[in-house]
């Protein structure tokens, strides 16, 4: 969370707001490289398919002269795509876009000769238009760049999430382009829209790399379809509805039994906007029974094509999709069985660490089942050297006979040891940052003040974490819920008020110590998360807890050191027991 500074007014004007934006937005694309890269190599590869695109005979869509006669009812309007000059073969002229046939009317003799005319057209390269491409794709590449850097994004994006898409959208602008040398394709626009694998590629980019991602390459696979079907407006507002629709459907499944109900509520609506655009554009629903079949095969075909596409993907390209996370979320699962046996009392905060995560990403809107799954697993590092925390210590605390310095290595080493673990794990790098950063790079400040008493020269640093404060909101929530969990279980008579003065300065610490300054948790996201958790644990600790109407929670308060040891007690305790070991 980044703090405004005292010394700056805090409402600078738009303008410098502005510059501000676009300052960052430039010094983050330098950083993402990989995006620039992959827009170079994108734009050359569909700089060749726009070549070969328009690089085409004159034969209207390929179609054969076969399929034509004269007298017979056209099913289709063919047009010219360039003028051509009157020859010795054919002694008269066609106009540029001129009309030759025109659905629903009788093909005549003279339509019948320039269809002729035009078939026997050698191939040509129209330069104007692949100029124009070259251009369009050039802007669509830009805009691609801006929305998949970090300021927007709200993350930065992995190589291999950008190396997909980018495969993905070359399939769909091939599709968009190609079909209509197809017959069947070239029918109508509504004919082409079913060609188009849409929804197979929205579930699969919702599914692995979140809403947002989705949500931009919607945007942009819509634009490059407009594109690639010579701008008819029918594919790009089909393919914008049916890609936004899809993000919004899938994103909240949560088993592969989902996967089938979404794929049926997309077959439906691909029927739905077919039928909006047919009514926008006022035109003839001949010919609709094929269309109906088709786009609903699409639709639902696409979900469970998703759902055999999704495992290999996911495992290659270690993300964290819902199903990932859902399997990693079973406790029966080895490391989780493991965490239970090696270190029960680890496992029971971890659990209670993964509810309060949960229930205050939620809240806020943050992905809930990310915080969860990195909660469980955020303490994996202490399995191997459980009776060295003392939430797994009965009797004797290890640490009372050693000095300060090597508890110190021995605590903070559970976050490398975890890290380790992930990797080894193949836990998704989501997990994994929820890992390393849960305490960033805080104090440990129980050992730190027993050091200090002996020795005041003491520096912060050797007694703090090595990690980086936490980047993301599921990362921030769950270091909160770890400190909160762990300082409120030594809390007497637990009220309401008092525990939620307590978190309240805990929180207010974990600011302080400027914790929060890399994550985007607003001041208003950090209440909500402070409610969320006094609600459950007050819940939890419900037998014990003293309520307003039965007395003043706040009379007759016993001081912090009765709460909480203070460090001064544990220093002359350390301190006695070390004459008492030189005078043995």
């Known amino acids: 969370m980044q703090k405004t500074n005292d010394t700056q007014p805090v409402n600078t004007g738009n303008s410098k707001k502005s510059d501000n934006f676009f300052h960052k937005l430039a010094l983050n694309l330098k950083k993402d490289y990989p995006v620039l890269i992959l827009s170079v190599v994108a734009f050359i590869i569909l700089g060749i398919i726009c070549f070969l695109g328009v690089t085409k005979s004159l034969t209207v869509a390929a179609f054969s002269l076969n399929e034509y006669e004269v007298g017979q009812i056209a099913d289709r309007t063919i047009e010219a795509d360039r003028p051509l000059p009157a020859t010795a073969a054919y002694p008269f002229a066609i106009g540029d876009h001129e009309k030759i046939i025109k659905k629903g009317f009788a093909i005549t003799e003279d339509g019948y000769r320039k269809l002729e005319k035009m078939a026997n057209t050698k191939e040509y390269i129209d330069y104007r238009a692949y100029v124009d491409t070259l251009l369009y794709l050039f802007l669509l590449m830009i805009l691609w760049t801006l929305l998949y850097s970090k300021p927007l994004l ?15 959208f070359i399939l769909i602008y091939g599709c968009a382009m190609f079909a209509p040398r197809i017959q069947f394709f070239a029918r109508s626009s509504y004919h082409l829209i079913i060609a188009i694998p849409t929804a197979l590629f929205i579930f699969l980019i919702t599914l692995l790399f979140g809403e947002r991602s989705s949500v931009f390459f919607s945007i942009i696979v819509s634009l490059g379809v407009l594109n690639a079907s010579n701008y008819d407006l029918v594919p790009f507002l089909f393919t914008l509805a049916v890609s ?3 993000t919004r ?26 039928f909006i655009l047919k009514v926008l554009f006022n035109e003839s629903f001949d010919d609709i029974a094929s269309v109906i079949f088709a786009l609903a095969a699409n639709g639902f075909i696409s979900g469970i094509l998703a759902l055999g596409f999704i495992t290999p993907l996911e495992q290659v390209l270690n993300t964290a ?4 996370l859902m399997d990693l979320s079973d406790l029966n699962n080895p490391t989780m069985r493991k965490l239970l046996l090696n270190a029960s009392g680890t496992y029971n905060h971890s ?21 969860r799954v990195g909660a469980y697993y955020h303490d994996i590092g202490k399995m191997d050297q459980s009776e060295y925390f003392v939430e797994n210590q009965s009797g004797q605390n290890k640490h ?6 090597l508890s110190v290595s021995v605590i903070r080493s559970h976050v490398k040891r975890g890290v380790e673990k992930a990797h080894q794990l193949h836990l998704p790098p989501q997990i994994i940052d929820i890992i390393a950063e849960h305490h960033g790079n805080s104090v440990i400040a129980y050992f730190y003040n027993v050091e200090k008493q002996t020795n005041p020269d003491v520096r912060e640093e050797d007694f703090s974490y090595n990690g980086v404060p936490p980047t993301t909101k599921e990362s921030a929530v769950v270091m909160l819920a770890d400190t909160v ?9 637990p009220s309401v008020s008092r525990l939620d003065k307590f978190i309240q300065q805990l929180i207010a610490a974990k600011l302080e110590h400027h914790q929060l300054d890399n994550c985007p948790l607003t001041f208003k996201e950090l209440t909500v998360i402070r409610e969320s958790f006094v609600t459950i644990l007050a819940g939890y600790y419900h037998s014990r807890i003293e309520y307003p109407d039965q007395k003043d929670p706040d009379a007759e308060e016993k001081k912090k050191a009765d709460e909480i040891p203070s ?15 030189n005078g043995k």
């Not at 989902?258 to 794929?263: E, R, Y």
């Not at 460090?567 to 070991?581: D, L, T």
């Open 154 to 168: 709200g993350r930065k994006a992995a190589f291999k999430e950008l190396l997909i898409q980018i495969i993905f």
């Open 351 to 371: 659990m209670m660490v993964a509810t309060l995560a949960e229930n205050a990403c939620k809240e806020i809107g943050a992905n809930s089942l990310v915080a």
């Open 249 to 274: 459907i899938i994103r909240k499944i949560e088993t592969r039994i989902d996967m089938v109900f979404a794929s049926l509520a997309v077959a439906a609506l691909n029927i739905v906007f077919m």
């Open 567 to 581: 460090s001064k007690k544990v220093a002359s305790k350390f301190k006695s027991k070390k004459e008492e070991k």
């Open 485 to 493: 969990e762990a300082a409120c279980r030594t809390l007497e008579k």
């Open 321 to 324: 999709s819902v199903f990932r």
């Open 400 to 405: 009372d006979e050693m000095n300060p310095s």
């Open 244 to 246: 936004f629709s899809s």
